[in-house]
């Protein structure tokens, strides 16, 4: 399933550190070094800090920034190896994450998988760590798209998972008993979703007359997922906030309505899971005691996630859906793959969305496709770059 599993586990007597495990090509698995908790934290802030500014002024000169401070988190990573015995492990990791050249690391059937298992209550961005020494680069001549393709997450298709249980077996999101596609849209009106919800004709079983995705209160979600057919995927199109009265996250809906995970948690559990794409700012992180949608649903509620940990615009965010859905649904490829293909087109000179290096998978079997068919490999057309830009 994966040429690389990096697991980060609650270190036993110090609540400060967590502990690396690797496990290369499902051979062997080593305990080879531990980082300090408080440090990771700052580290996050300050990345997603400049990867803020990045995106809103894409320039070398803030691109440099981000690239210098996510190179010193990939070395403190790597020296951990370096102080817990592990050089030939460190060897392992460098021979198979730094000598791959750039068009290589973006072919989407040659690079290597990286699945990454965080403890419950704590994540951080591994993918803004930067592989390369920023003073390798020409910073006159190199373009930026280049020079983002050695942020981990853009070089590699990771895909995270919590210790709390294995993935659902399930490669298919729809079997071949399902005639039609049952998907739930839940919109909060003051987004623009007409992107998101354009997505949705990529899929000619869904009869929009019969069966409307949108919805947009509690009570008509609620109608939807639990009293009717099970859906294959609910698509969330809301902003995550901070619900001060119940110490914990909410999405919002239509109308100033909020719903909490623990809303959802008390219904019944039905027999086939969705797929939840919640398209919203750091729906992918874990936020201590104060809990996140992913570890109230799942697994009992959900196969697996497709998540953010970064702040996303609206119309960015909208556009990397219906890019995903375009290759999940329409070209049949499998998740990670199409999570990748719309970061590719996103991130391209034109778009420059690089928050969506923050979209992951999350619990998920990284080779769900969305049906059983073979996937249509149309090619993609790509537009020259000019030097320096």
């Given at each position: ?7 980060f586990?609650?270190?036993v ?54 690239a ?19 050089n ?63 942020f ?46 354009d ?5 000619r ?52 309505e ?13 027999e ?29 509620y959900?196969?697996g ?58 619990e ?26």
């Amino acid at each position: 399933m994966s040429d690389v599993i990096l697991e980060f586990k609650e270190k036993v007597g110090s609540s400060d550190y967590l502990e690396v495990h690797l496990l290369f090509d499902l051979h062997f698995k080593k305990k080879v070094g531990s980082l300090r908790k408080d440090r990771l934290i700052v580290l996050q802030d300050s990345l997603v800090t400049l990867l803020n500014n990045f995106e809103k002024r894409p320039t070398k000169h803030n691109l440099k920034k981000l690239a210098k401070l996510g190179r010193v988190a990939y070395q403190e990573f790597r020296k951990s190896f370096e102080q817990n015995g592990g050089n030939s492990y460190l060897k392992s990791w460098d021979s198979r994450f730094t000598t791959l050249p750039p068009n290589e690391s973006k072919d989407l059937f040659r690079i290597q998988k990286v699945g990454v298992k965080f403890p419950k209550g704590f994540t951080f961005p591994i993918s803004l760590y930067f592989l390369k020494d920023i003073e390798k680069f020409d910073w006159q001549r190199d373009n930026i798209t280049s020079i983002f393709d050695y942020f981990l997450g853009s070089r590699f298709r990771i895909y995270y998972q919590s210790d709390i249980e294995q993935p659902d077996p399930r490669m298919y999101l729809k079997d071949s008993r399902d005639e039609t596609t049952n998907v739930i849209h839940v919109i909060d009106e003051s987004l623009n979703t007409q992107m998101e919800e354009d997505a949705w004709k990529l899929d000619r079983t869904i009869d929009f007359n019969v069966d409307d995705p949108r919805v947009y209160k509690k009570k008509q979600l609620f109608e939807k997922w639990f009293d009717g057919k099970p859906p294959h995927l609910i698509h969330f199109s809301n902003h995550l906030k901070y619900h001060k009265d119940s110490l914990s996250y909410a999405l919002t809906l239509s109308k100033n309505e909020v719903i909490l995970g623990s809303e959802i948690a008390g219904k019944l559990t039905t027999e086939k899971k969705p797929l939840v794409f919640f398209n919203n700012c750091e729906s992918g992180i874990s936020h201590f005691d104060e809990g996140n949608f992913i570890e109230e649903l799942y697994p009992n509620y959900s196969i697996g996630f497709v998540a953010t940990l970064f702040k996303v615009k609206n119309s960015n965010a909208s556009f990397f859906a219906k890019e995903f859905y375009r290759y999940f649904i329409e070209r049949g490829y499998s998740i990670i793959e199409s999570l990748h293909k719309a970061k590719d087109v996103v991130t391209s000179d034109e778009k420059r969305f690089f928050s969506s290096i923050g979209y992951i998978l999350w619990e998920i079997h990284p080779e769900l496709t969305f049906s059983k068919h073979e996937p249509i490999k149309k090619p993609v057309k790509k537009k020259l770059r000019k030097n320096g830009k």
